[in-house]
């Protein structure tokens, strides 16, 4: 089954319980937190008080996805909320494997996410250290954009060369999801997808949750 986390980057900020509630309503465990600090992305979202919400809410697990320049300033903390995973960007830090062994020593699965334009090859040397890859299937800083198809290569890929990993691996994805995108997604090989309008703004959340969540 699918693993499909609505982005509280979509939800409605002025009703945050009712959206959380919403979420565990449709049958889904987690939610994606984007932290973005208007450096690395344009975007400016919410820092650690958001976490700290979901974490209080207490029905939800959650994974977060830091877009910010010199993320080693935001793990240890993070790492103290207990998050499912925390990705970085491969872009974001000139010490990725110092990185993903200071997330993995302060107890978190690390993960790695890659922006459309960066090849999984850049991953080569750190596979058998990562616990899972998010590929990103829109530039990253803003929401509502169209899914680019040409990423779903890349899914596949990244599924390809991971497939001999014996553990636990996930390959997420997120940007322009909505079930047409899902579908396609998790047939490439994703087993996390992120949906954030198309949940948020579905007339049915629990269906369009099902549907994903039973994605190939």
Known sequence: MTIVSPSVLAADLLFLREE????????L???????????????LSYGLNMVHAVKRFGQLKFDVHLMVTEPERYVVELAALRPEFITVHYEATNHLHRLIYRIKELGCKAGVSLNPSTSPEVLKYVWPDLDGVLIMTVNPGFGGQQFIST??????????????????FFIQVDGGINLETGMAAAIAGATHLVAGAAFFQSPDRAAFAQALQLAP
């Not at 959380?20 to 049958?27: K, L, N, P, R, Y």
């Not at 973005?36 to 992305?41: A, E, L």
Request: no cysteine; aromatic share 4%.
């Open 151 to 168: 990423m779903l290569p890349k899914i596949a890929a990244v599924k390809e060369v991971t497939s001999d990993i014996e553990r636990p």
């Open 20 to 27: 959380f509630e919403s979420v565990v309503q449709a049958g």
């Open 29 to 43: 465990t987690s939610v994606h937190l984007d932290i973005m600090d208007g450096h690395f992305v344009p975007n």
